[in-house]
């Protein structure tokens, strides 16, 4: 996948592939509790309802905002420049990636690092600074690992959630050719002393440091990273220059409510009650300080997102990218996040892909959903992912994006449910048939024409009598 | 027309629905009082893998940082900055350096604003008398608060920021040493930051 050429429209062959990738299988296998049960934890510390009652404040928040997101930018662009900063305002990617390439420039920048964002995934920052001469050096561990393989985060949170311990040891092998061929790296802690070996040294050769912004604070113009590692503190306090990567949403009025979204950002996305480093900044170094960088800047980007303003996709500018939803969806858990084919996987990706992309790219993805709700249960920001993923597919169908086959079949059952009788008679002798191949096991290993569905599991053989024979006979 | 301008008319005709700026609730964890604070302080620190040891004057640090530092196996070096409260301290035999966080640093001491009960965060701020590197370059990270300083919750830390009347470069929340579990899934201490931190707790202080 490069980020101009999305595999979105190839979903089914990529989740195909990802099915019988087996090293892939054993990587989310390996993931897939963590995230839920640290959840469940670290919500049942709370009082009772009370992560719930932050979560209709966050909700009721973020809507605030995106009902006076104009007067909030503005209101913390003036501060910024107050403190000394400079923002930058980008329309599209494009546009983000001028900006960037040109303080790096103006900064006689070689080498820039790189804290985590996933706005500088969305805008092509890496192979942009390469392109012309600039080395970018990724310093988040995941993030660090896929850049030396070559590939983009499967996961908003844990970028290279996909990669098994055996990988992270080849890459480290090829990557540190200085280092000696006969070294012991079978533990991970030895892994992670090489990494943080090799990493410290950059960190005081870059020109430039990049991290992106979980929060941008209007009131006081600070911009928020939470962090665990402490590798987006090193990036933006050693380099001469900070760039701060930030979509235009990313806006809350207060530091209160920033403290309000960060009680349900950190037990959402790990289960931790807080993550290890959340920092607050505010322009460059003060005239007495002695570290620091001597400039800040921002970088707002819309690339579509006011577009979204007003419109049914409107609530999807609440996400404050914790994760949840991926870390939840059943579809996720089995196929991975590089099948999605863009930047942003999981159930927030198949709301926010097409709207940044455009549904004839993106729209495979709202249709990779069983509609199972638990996206929605889990959001911290109570974001309708499943009625939002639906008013993509109406839309698909509108513009005749859907495949042949679907729409006929739509076609066939929109008749048939427009004529009950016929409807019933049908789900009666199809259900007869289910009954009869099913005799005795309770279950069909296949099934005529849903050979996707009984490839990997069974299906349950039907049991007593139709929903309306039922109903019919609880009614009397 | 400026890209600015261009982003802002189209947020401005967006018409996104009208939404009231509410207070949200606070959680009853970031709502404590006195001797609860403390122990809530106290024990979220150690959840987050953090150690901490209690003293009963700022006095009684060097003793007590030389102590830590010969059962860590450490040097008896030391790296901070100009912070009034350490500079009339007798640090005795430990070797004393003074500025901004090198490439390598054994161990680093801090002086946190506040501390938040809440979730064991320390509050720093940047500055000549705590640089910001300090807390992000010392393998082991020491820091010293006062009691009186340990707020409940963010909208007291927030609330004492504001009428201290700081403005620094960063305010820096840190909860536990640096980790990472982007290596097999599996959480370990020591990512990039301190692998490990300490924080003496200094008994009083003025509320």
Request: charged share 20%; with cysteine.
């Amino acid at each position: 996948m490069s980020l101009d050429n999305p595999t979105t429209p190839q979903f089914k062959a990529n989740a195909r592939q990802a099915l019988a990738n087996e090293n892939l299988q054993s990587a989310l296998r390996g993931a897939r509790n963590g995230f839920v049960n640290g959840r469940a934890a670290a919500r049942a510390k709370l009082g009772p309802d009370e992560f719930d009652a932050l979560r209709d404040a966050g909700r009721d928040l973020k809507n605030h905002v995106l009902a006076n997101l104009g007067d909030y930018l503005e209101a913390y662009e003036a501060k910024v420049t107050a403190s000394g900063g400079h923002v930058h305002w980008a329309e599209t990617a494009e546009d983000a990636r001028a900006i960037v390439l040109d303080i790096c420039e103006q900064a006689g920048a070689k080498t820039v690092n790189k804290g985590k964002t996933m706005i500088s995934e969305e805008c092509g920052i890496n192979d942009h600074l390469a392109a012309h001469g600039i080395k970018p050096v990724e310093t988040d561990l995941g993030e660090y690992i896929i850049q030396l393989r070559g590939e983009h985060p499967s996961h908003i949170i844990a970028p290279a959630v996909h990669v098994t311990v055996p990988e992270v040891r080849d890459a480290f092998m090829e990557a540190h050719p200085h280092l000696d061929a006969e070294r012991d790296l079978s533990g991970l802690d030895t892994l992670l002393a090489e990494a943080r070996g090799e990493l410290r040294a950059k960190y005081f050769e870059a020109e430039v440091g990049i991290t992106g912004a979980n929060m941008l604070i209007a009131e006081t113009g600070q911009s928020i990273i939470v962090t665990n590692e402490g590798n987006g503190d090193l990036s933006q306090s050693l380099p001469k220059v900070h760039i701060v990567m930030a979509s235009i949403e990313k806006i809350v009025p207060t530091m209160e409510d920033a403290g309000t979204v960060l009680r349900i950002l950190a037990r959402s996305a790990t289960g931790q009650d807080m993550s290890v480093y959340t920092t607050l900044s505010a322009g460059p170094r003060r005239a007495e300080d002695p570290d620091g960088p001597e400039e800040y800047h921002v970088v707002l980007l819309d690339n579509g997102r006011s577009n979204m303003l007003g419109t049914e996709f409107q609530d999807m500018l609440r996400c404050i990218r914790c994760g949840a939803c991926i870390n939840h969806c059943p579809v996720y858990q089995t196929v991975g996040g590089h099948a999605y084919g863009w930047v942003y996987p999981g159930p927030m990706g198949s709301v926010l892909t097409p709207s940044l992309i455009g549904v004839e790219e993106g729209g495979q993805l709202p249709n990779a959903s069983t509609f199972c709700g638990r996206c929605e249960d889990v959001c911290p920001m109570r974001i309708p992912l499943p009625k939002m993923m639906r008013h993509w597919r109406e839309r698909e169908f509108e513009k005749k994006l859907t495949p042949g086959a679907t729409r006929w079949g739509l076609g066939v059952w929109a008749w048939f449910a427009r004529r009950p009788a016929l409807y019933r008679l049908g789900t009666r002798m199809g259900m007869a048939a289910l009954r009869v191949m099913g005799r005795g096991r309770g279950k069909l290993a296949s099934v005529p024409l849903a050979g996707g569905w009984t490839g990997s599991r069974d299906m349950p053989a039907p049991q007593g009598d139709t929903f309306m024979a039922q109903y019919k006979r609880a009614q009397r | 027309m400026s890209a600015r301008d261009r982003i802002l008319s189209r947020i401005r005709k967006a018409e996104a629905p009208a939404a009231e700026h509410l207070a949200a609730p606070v959680p009853g964890i970031a709502s404590l009082e006195g001797a609860a604070r403390i122990e809530r302080f106290c024990a979220q620190v150690e959840a987050a893998s953090a150690t901490l040891s209690r003293l009963d004057s700022f006095e009684a640090l060097p003793a007590a940082l030389a102590d830590e530092l010969r059962q860590r196996n450490l040097p008896a070096a030391i790296r901070m900055g100009a912070d009034p409260d350490f500079a009339h301290l007798d640090f005795g035999g430990l070797q004393v350096s003074h500025g901004p966080g090198r490439i390598e640093e054994p161990a680093t001491l801090s002086r946190a604003t506040f501390g938040m009960a809440e979730t064991g965060s320390l509050v720093l701020l940047s500055g000549p008398d705590n640089p910001v590197t300090l807390t992000f370059l010392g393998e082991t990270h020491f820091a010293v608060l006062q009691e009186s300083d340990v707020k409940a919750g963010f909208e007291d830390v927030f609330a004492g920021l504001r009428a201290a009347g700081h403005d620094p470069r960063t305010v820096n929340f840190v909860t536990g040493p640096s980790r990472s579990a982007d290596i097999g899934q599996t959480l370990q201490l020591g990512a990039h930051g301190p692998v490990a931190l300490h924080v003496f707790l200094v008994a009083g202080g003025v509320e």
